[in-house]
T-cell receptor, first 116, second 112 residues
Framework: QKEVEQNSGPLSVPEGAIASLNCTYS??????FFWYRQYSGKSPELIMF????GDKEDGRFTAQLNKASQYVSLLIRDSQPSDSATYLCAVVAARNSGGSNYKLTFGKGTLLTVNP | DTGVSQDPRHKITKRGQNVTFRCDPI?????LYWYRQTLGQGPEFLTY????????KSRLLSDRFSAERPKGSFSTLEIQRTEQGDSAMYLC??????????FGPGTRLTVL
């Protein structure tokens, strides 16, 4: 079982719609969860992080965390063509959180295409 | 510009040559990470520094790879005797405390 799993997509949504990106993780004790956006040929750009169960909103983005289900999601409201990118889910495993090494374990990413 | 910087942005080399990449973290960030990303995959952890100490290395980091952060500021990643399988994007990230990491633009390595 992969540590962090994402649907590779592509996920295609029309402009103005809500895009929903999902991620599951295997380490039940994981504490820190991140979403990065990566445009083709570029490096990952941090969008949001979430540590506690529930929702966290930042502008058009909402991260949702359910530790019991080991599930984290990212909702993008009013999707724009400029949101077209690969979205990477990253997790800090519990075995790392207790020390100082917060190495990120990434999923393969979900390719999102927003159609005008 | 106060972000993470990496140099060079692109490197093309022949198999068997040595290459060295540099990363300058965000000022005063004490944690520095190296990752490698191949096409269609998420970044994979290579190694981690806290200040000048290299505290963890992935098993992905063969003995041909070495990394340093001599004064706790910039870091270098050297690959000796490059192989075609080393072709990838090499990413550097830094953080101050906790897990929130900011990535540099990456160095894209092509081994011919």
């Amino acid at each position: 079982q992969k540590e962090v799993e994402q649907n590779s997509g592509p996920l295609s949504v029309p402009e103005g719609a809500i895009a929903s990106l999902n991620c599951t993780y295997s380490d039940r004790g994981s504490q820190s969860f991140f979403w990065y956006r990566q445009y083709s040929g570029k490096s990952p750009e941090l969008i949001m992080f979430i540590y506690s169960n529930g929702d966290k909103e930042d502008g058009r983005f909402t991260a949702q965390l359910n530790k019991a289900s080991q599930y984290v999601s990212l909702l993008i409201r009013d999707s724009q063509p400029s949101d077209s990118a690969t979205y990477l889910c990253a997790v800090v495993a519990a075995r790392n959180s207790g020390g100082s090494n917060y190495k990120l374990t990434f999923g393969k990413g979900t390719l999102l295409t927003v159609n005008p | 510009d106060t972000g993470v910087s990496q140099d060079p942005r692109h490197k093309i080399t022949k198999r068997g040559q040595n290459v060295t990449f540099r990363c300058d973290p965000i000022s005063e960030h004490n944690r520095l990470y190296w990752y490698r990303q191949t096409l269609g995959q998420g970044p994979e952890f290579l190694t981690y520094f806290q200040n000048e100490a290299q505290l963890e290395k992935s098993r992905l980091l063969s003995d041909r790879f070495s990394a340093e952060r001599p004064k706790g500021s910039f870091s270098t990643l050297e690959i000796q005797r490059t192989e075609q399988g080393d072709s990838a994007m090499y990413l550097c990230a830094s953080s101050w405390a906790g897990a929130t990491q900011y990535f540099g633009p990456g160095t894209r390595l092509t081994v011919l």
